[in-house]
């Protein structure tokens, strides 16, 4: 089993800052890969990026590119979410999830555990 417990979210003018967090136990060989994805009101989740634990190769959705860091701290076996430049339609419930696969899946079946999720909302 692994257990992910997210936290940061906020209120948050546009063109603010946020960090999330997302602390992880349980099984290491069940999550090779840990990912963020965010799901609005009345939208299907989405991807939002991904981070390798063993060699912290990182991918980004194009919506977020340049804009939000991913990055772990191993000893914490923690992964945070660096969002910068805010925009309005960031406002969602982001979740962070872990996968067994290696490669960075931006397909959220391929994550078999989540967290509970933390609301980001941009205000304009």
């Known amino acids: 089993q692994v257990q992910l417990v997210e936290s940061g979210g906020d209120l948050v003018q546009a063109g603010g800052s946020l960090r999330l967090s997302c602390a992880a136990s349980?099984?290491?060989?069940?999550?090779?890969?840990m990912g963020w994805f965010r799901q609005a009101p009345g939208k299907e989740r989405e991807f939002v990026s991904t981070?390798?634990?063993?060699?912290?190769?990182?991918t980004y959705a194009d919506s977020v590119k340049g804009r939000f860091t991913i990055s772990r701290d191993n000893a914490k076996n923690t992964v945070y979410l660096q969002m910068n430049s805010l925009k309005p339609e960031d406002t969602a419930v982001y979740y962070c999830?872990?996968?067994?696969?290696?490669?960075?899946?931006?397909?959220?079946?391929?994550?078999?555990?989540w967290g509970q999720g933390t609301q980001v909302t941009v205000s304009s």
């Open positions: 349980g099984r290491t060989f069940s999550r090779t890969t």
């Open positions: 999830a872990a996968s067994a696969l290696y490669g960075g899946p931006t397909n959220s079946r391929n994550y078999d555990y």
């Open positions: 981070i390798s634990w063993a060699s912290g190769r990182t």
